[in-house]
Nanobody, 118 residues
Framework: QVQLVESGGGLVQPGGSLRLSCGSS????????MGWYRQAPGEQRGVVAR???????FYADFAEGRFTISRDIAKNTVYLQMNSLKPEDTAVYYC????????????WGQGTQVTVSQ
C-alpha cells in the first residue's frame, strides 16, 4: 500500500506559478514511476509529467518548457513546478505511484485543485 497526499493547489492569475507537492508513505526510491496527472471538468484524466526511479522524465506537450517534475528522496516527496500558468491549466491535479510487478499496482492521491483565473 502507498498513501499519497497532494498539496499546493490554489487560485493563481494567468502567468503565475504554483508548486504542487506529493508526499508518499513509501520510499519513492522504491517506486518505479511517480507521475502527475490532471482532470478538468468534463474531460478525461491525462498525464502531465512522469519521473522514473532512474530519473528519466516525460512531459506532455502542453507541459514541456513550463512545468518541471522533481523529487526529494529524503522527504519522499515529488514536486510539480508550474510556471506561466494559463486558464486552460485549470484542473484537479493528481499524483500517481506506479509499482511494477506481477501484478502491477497504481496508487492515486486525492487530488488538489488548481484554478488559473483573473
Amino acid at each position: 500500500q502507498v498513501q499519497l497526499v497532494e498539496s499546493g493547489g490554489g487560485l493563481v492569475q494567468p502567468g503565475g506559478s504554483l508548486r504542487l507537492s506529493c508526499g508518499s508513505s513509501r520510499s519513492i526510491s522504491s517506486i518505479n514511476v511517480m507521475g502527475w496527472y490532471r482532470q478538468a471538468p468534463g474531460e478525461q484524466r491525462g498525464v502531465v509529467a512522469r519521473l522514473t526511479r532512474s530519473g528519466t522524465t516525460f512531459y506532455a506537450d502542453f507541459a514541456e518548457g513550463r512545468f518541471t517534475i522533481s523529487r526529494d528522496i529524503a522527504k519522499n516527496t515529488v514536486y510539480l513546478q508550474m510556471n506561466s500558468l494559463k486558464p486552460e491549466d485549470t484542473a484537479v491535479y493528481y499524483c500517481k505511484a506506479e509499482i511494477w510487478g506481477d501484478p502491477d499496482y497504481d496508487y492515486w492521491g486525492q487530488g488538489t485543485q488548481v484554478t488559473v483565473s483573473q
